[in-house]
């Protein structure tokens, strides 16, 4: 039997098809190969940097699929599925949106694929068919008993940084965010031996823990650093400002070659955060912006990786601007100017649906006239495009050569090392010229029309769902469904 994995690209730009210079290992299907029987032959195309071929035979398809590739994965399904070769799709889309999803493929996993996985492949296998849907539950005890299996990234030009997992889900209820409704709103972690003898296995001494918030328990942190002191490695991950509380902890992840890490910011407005619901936000944001945090973490030499999202109902296009002026005077290493996007079945999504403040029949990610990082929804300050151009502003301006230049003359963070110098100038070209690239894609490879369930071509010579017939069927077996 051989099964071939599938990572999406989310877009192409108008003259070109866009390729991800800034790649990282889609460690999911890693994880997910890993999970696999040694007998099976896996295989894995990354549609972000290489062709997928469709005519290579397969007996099984799997896609990962998350909102912004969502078209991108209909397509490359529909292209597998002409050719008679069953798909079966999971990730975060599928499990915040499955009603949509079902049709274009013959099976989804909802939730961590770990509970379920040696159930689909034992179905396939024995009776050379797929349940419609496999409802897992939420946690991630695959990451206990399985490695990724990392020869699938071989000779494929990701990036020199090995990704790694200590934990999954966040404890934190953000109104925006998809994270804390796929695990709701709880948070998981490995067994550490485990996760220990992954990074040796791996050769590697620069890691990304890809955690959506490795400081969601201290405790578990704390270990988690005293295991890797040893290894003299570095790494990065993702945080909460709350990290800066704890002097120990901040001690400890200096020790254990933390050099940074992507902190969600989202706004400087403390009326915007009372919107947002970020717990361990809401009190810096209303004692001087910060700034208490800031000086921990520039004490201890953290870069800090800032997270900014825009468009909030107290944002104007002038607090926009502040916003950037407000990251370069602080010189973080990276900062991201994101267009706030209600993405399905959040609380925010929901709100501004009730609020009749979207656009793009709702469904922007499937839009033909949708764009990468453009507004989605009524802003309540300025219109759409202004936000739009407000926020490309910011990128520019940020990534200014003088910008650059500017932030990284720190002493406490980024000059304050080899390694933390070497992070700011290997990055900040790759994410520069990765933010101007992606501006303006559109999503999928081919222009289409949407209609209802159904991608089309303009040409009318692809469809990509050729199983619509069913899909009164489908929407009856999905009418009941609720998410973990």
Known sequence: MKLTLIKPNIGRQEDYLYIDNGRMEPLQLGVLAG?????????????????????????????T???????????IAAEYRRRGVP?????????????????????????????IWEDVINDFRTHGKLKKLYKSKVGAPQANKYFPKREIFKDKGYLDIGLIQFGRGCKFTCSFCAISVFFDRQQFTRDLSQVIEEMKQSGKKMFFFVDDNICADFEALKELCRALIPLKIHWVSQGSMDMTKDKELMGLLVKSGCLGNVI????????????????????????????????????FGIQTWAAF???????????????????????????????????????????????GRLLFDGKWWLHPEYRFNHAAFIPKNMTPDELTKACLDAKVQWNSLNSVFKRFFDFKTHMRSLANAYMYWKYNPVYR??????QGMAFGKYNH?????????????IMLNPYLNNIKELSSFYKNFELI
């Open 35 to 63: 999970m696999t029987p040694e007998d099976i032959d896996v295989v894995m195309y990354d549609d972000r940097m290489e062709e997928v071929p469709f005519d290579e035979p397969t007996d099984l398809v799997g896609i």
């Open 65 to 75: 699929v998350e909102v912004y590739t969502a078209r991108r994965a209909y397509e």
């Open 87 to 115: 798909v079966i799709m999971g990730g975060f889309h599928p499990t915040l949106a499955p009603e949509e999803v079902a049709p274009f493929c013959d099976s989804i996993v909802t939730g961590d694929a770990g509970w």
């Open 264 to 299: 969600g910011f989202e706004t400087i407005n403390p009326n915007n955060m009372r919107q947002v619901k970020k717990a361990p936000n809401n009190k810096g944001a209303r004692y001087k912006q910060y700034a208490k945090e800031i000086q921990v973490l520039r004490d």
């Open 309 to 355: 999202t825009l468009g909030y109902d107290h944002d104007t296009i002038e607090s926009i601007q502040e916003t950037v002026e407000y990251a370069i005077s602080n010189k973080f290493c990276f900062a991201a100017f994101n267009i706030l996007m209600p993405y399905p079945n959040t609380p925010l999504y929901r709100d501004l649906e009730k609020q």
């Open 433 to 438: 010229s990765e933010n101007a690239q992606k």
């Open 449 to 461: 029309i949407y209609r209802g369930n159904e991608l089309k071509h303009k040409n009318d010579d």
